[in-house]
């Protein structure tokens, strides 16, 4: 099933786990279902950026493919690939947050990044505004997983760190929470696939 860029009123606990998906693989996918069971949440997005601010544009798949990627290790109902950023005009988080909010407002959205995004948190655009406001699942990455919990972000969002199971309890918070989930490592890497395809 498509998503409606225009947005609808359904109460949805939906998780949006942003990336190049360049391509698509394995461990999206298992990012995906362990989020999603770990938060209880209805739904997983996964959205293809149009382009990451922070990544090169050069070796970058064209949006379709990249989409077509991510269609092919989603569901279509539990785990959905989007490419609503293009859509909606948007390539900043905070941007697309602030968009969907507006267009599904009885949404409870969650914030789903690996342990090497929580380390890059301050380089993002409104990267305050958006841990304030959002709650965060942060999920281990091969090699991140210490350092991003060490990391200027993690030890400034201390206060607001819950267990996961608490991540979207309550409401009415100052500040929004955010968690670590402590889910298997999956070794899939969009690098090393790229590397496979060319060296083939």
């Given at each position: 099933?498509?998503?409606?860029a225009r947005?609808?009123?359904?109460?949805?606990?939906?998780?949006?786990?942003?990336g190049?998906?360049?391509p698509?693989?394995?461990?999206?996918?298992?990012?995906?279902?362990?989020?999603?069971?770990?938060?209880?949440l209805?739904?997983?997005?996964?959205?293809?950026?149009?382009?990451?601010?922070?990544?090169?544009?050069r070796?970058?798949?064209?949006?379709?493919?990249?989409?077509a990627?991510?269609?092919?290790?989603?569901?279509?109902?539990r785990?959905?690939?989007?490419?609503?950023?293009?859509?909606?005009?948007t390539?900043y988080?905070?941007?697309?947050?602030?968009?969907?909010?507006?267009?599904?407002?009885?949404?409870r959205?969650v914030?789903?990044i690996?342990?090497?995004?929580?380390?890059?948190?301050?380089?993002?655009?409104s990267?305050?505004?958006?841990?304030?406001?959002?709650?965060i699942a942060?999920?281990?990455?091969?090699?991140?997983?210490?350092?991003?919990?060490?990391?200027?972000?993690?030890?400034?969002?201390?206060?607001h760190?819950?267990?996961?199971?608490?991540?979207?309890?309550?409401?009415?918070?100052?500040?929004?929470?955010?968690?670590?989930?402590?889910a298997?490592?999956?070794?899939?890497?969009?690098t090393?696939?790229?590397?496979?395809?060319?060296?083939?």
């Amino acid at each position: 099933m498509t998503l409606n860029a225009r947005g609808d009123r359904r109460r949805r606990r939906i998780g949006l786990l942003g990336g190049s998906f360049n391509p698509a693989h394995a461990g999206h996918r298992h990012v995906a279902e362990q989020v999603r069971r770990a938060l209880r949440l209805d739904e997983v997005w996964l959205m293809v950026s149009p382009g990451n601010p922070l990544k090169p544009r050069r070796g970058m798949a064209p949006l379709p493919a990249r989409l077509a990627s991510a269609r092919a290790i989603a569901d279509g109902r539990r785990v959905r690939a989007t490419g609503i950023e293009a859509a909606l005009g948007t390539r900043y988080t905070a941007d697309t947050l602030a968009a969907l909010r507006q267009r599904f407002p009885r949404a409870r959205f969650v914030l789903v990044i690996g342990a090497d995004n929580l380390w890059q948190l301050p380089r993002w655009k409104s990267w305050a505004a958006i841990a304030a406001t959002t709650p965060i699942a942060v999920l281990p990455r091969p090699g991140w997983t210490r350092r991003a919990l060490a990391s200027q972000a993690a030890h400034r969002l201390a206060r607001h760190r819950r267990r996961p199971a608490a991540l979207l309890c309550g409401g009415g918070l100052a500040h929004a929470p955010w968690c670590f989930v402590p889910a298997a490592e999956h070794a899939a890497s969009a690098t090393a696939i790229r590397a496979a395809m060319q060296a083939a």
